[in-house]
């Protein structure tokens, strides 16, 4: 908790100043975590110190100051830089507060515990650092994606993807003199080359990377009881139509949700498994018996294919390709089709869905149409 607060002065993330009028300062809160290595070994104890942005409405309600980046753009950055050639690096940002592009004035209240004994009721203004200094040196905001930044210099490049307090950069030789020079004016560690990141583990060759999550999948496994069960080598059975099953035998609805939470997380590098798991998710305000052995068919497909993940190769090209498909009428109880689609750079995966079509086609065709829209958009 010290040497958090002790980051925040030396990199001047705030100010303490007098109560503004007619303003309300946001509560602050500390939050104690463990990160974990590749191997599940504890690396670092972190004590953070959040906003509690939930109990103001208004802006601080509704907006975030601390952008994260979708699975699909860091799955883009992986194939992108497989096929560029060159590998990712990941630092780590000591002070969370630091990442917020703020545009208007936040005020929080003092750490609870750490009260200035001179100016108990002051609070504390917030500042913005990291995003500034991107762009004081070079650096590009992307248009659409704010978690994104570019450094073209010649026919060097440098790429900078931040996900709150961590940091994914490559390029050429420039990139890593860049994130020296950062290191020494934020509280920052380079942590090397990327391997774990999100519950992502990536190993980056010289004919492309490599993107799963096999210890996630022993860990799921064993949370549920599902390490010793028998392995199938389908998610689900092609004749499986689920419905609501009311006379059926009813489940742990918290267990049930669980399941299928980490199974949702687990499609981040899983598409095998993406229109079996959403099937199910249907199901979560009532779940029976019936919905629970498809969850648990989609655990034994997982015992059967532990290390399955992504493949992006160096020799892929860029070129954008998106596919679609569509059943009709495939849902048993309004009658809505479902829709998939992929997204891929080349030959590398980077986006996909499988999900309910918001209204009720009327012929495969219209299913299909709205399937095909859904993908190019």
Known sequence: MHEELENFE?????????????????????????????????VRNKARLVARGLSKEGIHYEETFAPVAR??????????????????????VKSAFLNGFIEEEVYVRQPPGFESARFPDWVYKLRKALYEFLLKSGFVMGSVDKTLFLLSRGGDTTIV???????????????????????????????????FFLGLQIKQGLEGTFVHQAKYTRDILKKFNMGDSKPMTTPMSTNTALDANEDGEAVD?????????????????????????CLCARYQASPRTSHRQAVKRIFRYLKFTPELGLWYSSDSSLFLRGFSDADHAGCRIDRKSTSGTCQLLGTSLVSWSSRKQASVSLSTTEAEYIAAASCCS
């Open 253 to 277: 609805q918290k267990e049930f949700r669980g399941m299928i939470g980490s199974l949702l997380y687990l499609t981040a590098t899983r598409p095998d498994i993406q229109f079996a798991v």
């Open 161 to 195: 993807r931040i996900y709150v307090d961590d940091i994914i950069f490559g390029g050429s030789s420039h990139a890593l003199f860049c994130f020296e020079r950062m290191s020494r004016e934020f509280e920052m560690s380079l942590m090397g080359e990327l391997l």
């Open 10 to 42: 030396r990199n001047h993330v705030w100010d303490l100043v007098e109560p503004p009028p007619n303003r309300r300062p946001i509560g602050t809160k500390w939050v104690f975590k463990n990160n974990r290595g590749e191997d599940g070994m504890v």
């Open 71 to 92: 699975l699909e753009a860091i799955r883009i950055l992986l194939a992108f830089a497989a096929s560029k050639g060159f590998k990712l690096q990941q630092m780590d």
